[in-house]
């Protein structure tokens, strides 16, 4: 702070004289004034963390939106056999990416299990082959990749007489094999292979608890264990039948394609085109399948629309109750404002005179 001598000692030429009429006053900003929502964008777009926090958002919007539209399926579709399915996209699995196959150790016995399936169906389980190994004790192991699409292979399914002509129909104007003949074990319960619909060869164990081991011919190759009859029409089938069903050396051996029980008639069908039958296309979930075989793309996109409708609609009850509370102080408290007024006493009410 200068003190007054030094006040004193300030060269006159420092000063200059000014009117006393005239004004003085800040420069004026040479700059185009902005609105609210300019001002509020501007701030945004220099905001890093609330750009990318909402184009996530964004994503996630369009996500629950899109997703009903391109989707095949709904939050209602549940498919039992291809429950857990890996994920699966039809443009990018020719190429071996995002083709639902996973990388697997399976026994001989697992092995040829999954072998038998793609030689029935003439599509392949096993995707690639690593390397196979035999162990201390003389077992053999093989690293393969399998299609986990693939491996759900056959089902039994019991069908209406109805259900069931209309299938043959269906196979018999595509070309398309969907029913195959029916093993000679059908009527065993087996606890793997589809309740016993893949082991439609001879197996080395038959027993309930078999885990698929093939008794093989002298090729190497898989010995078909089909039920048979001297009827070609059994359980009035009159459809497709497969190549080697050619009705025997004595050409009176044919394999047995249903079987007739109280509901209609007990198939078994080759899924994979089963499915297609169905549904319209092969199955193929882009984010795979949960337990209970739902598509789990869909199901998030479900989510995200319930998840979107409580936020908008939480938001907006609070919106109106924060409105409604502002406007019920304001006109309360002037109404209450003026009873005091008007009351005696400054405002506080007078008691009622007694007797």
């Known amino acids: 702070m200068m003190s007054e001598r030094d006040m004193k000692n300030i060269p006159a030429e420092m000063f200059e004289f000014t009117r006393r009429d005239e004004k003085i006053h800040d420069e004026k900003i040479q700059t185009k004034a902005i609105g609210y929502f300019m001002d509020a964008w501007l701030r945004f777009r220099k905001n890093k963390s609330a750009v990318v926090a909402f184009t996530l958002i ?11 539209f391109v989707s095949h399926y709904d939050v209602n ?55 196979s190994y035999t162990d ?36 018999d104007e595509t070309g398309t094999q969907v029913i195959y003949p029916l093993p000679a074990t059908h ?72 079987q007739k029980n109280q509901s209609g008639y007990k198939v078994r069908v080759d899924y994979y085109e089963y499915f297609r039958y169905v549904n319209g296309q092969y199955p193929s ?21 319930l998840s979107f409708l409580l936020a908008i609609t939480i938001s907006l009850r609070r919106h109106r109750g924060l409105l409604r509370r502002r406007g019920g102080h304001g006109a309360g408290a002037r109404v209450r404002r003026a009873g005091r007024r008007a009351l005696p006493g400054g405002g506080h009410p007078v008691p009622a005179a007694s007797g």
């Open 187 to 258: 009527a065993t319960s087996f606890l793997l292979g589809n309740g016993g619909a893949n082991f439609w060869y001879k197996l080395k164990n038959e027993a309930n608890t078999t885990t698929g081991g093939a008794v093989l011919d002298e090729a190497g190759n898989f010995i078909p264990n089909y039920l048979t009859s001297d009827n070609p029409d059994k359980a009035n089938y009159k459809s497709l039948k497969i190549a080697t069903d050619n009705g025997g050396a004595d050409g009176n051996t044919w394999f047995v394609y249903a």
């Open 77 to 131: 579709f549940r498919e039992g056999y291809y429950g857990t399915m890996l994920p699966r996209n039809s443009l990018l699995a020719p190429l071996g990416i995002w083709d639902g196959g996973k990388k697997s150790v399976e026994n001989q016995e697992g092995y040829e299990y999954l072998l038998s399936i793609g030689e029935e169906t003439g599509r392949p389980v096993i995707m690639k082959e690593y390397d």
């Open 285 to 305: 979930f882009i984010f795979g399948t949960n337990a209970y075989g739902q598509d789990i793309f869909t199901c998030l996109a479900a989510g995200a629309r």
């Open 58 to 68: 964004v994503i996630l919007v369009l996500f629950a939106i899109i997703v009903p």
């Open 136 to 171: 201390s004790v003389g077992l053999t192991y093989h690293t393969v990749r399998v299609d986990s699409y693939q491996r759900v292979g056959y089902a039994y399914l019991n069908l209406t007489e109805t259900e069931y002509n209309a299938l043959q129909a269906y196979q």
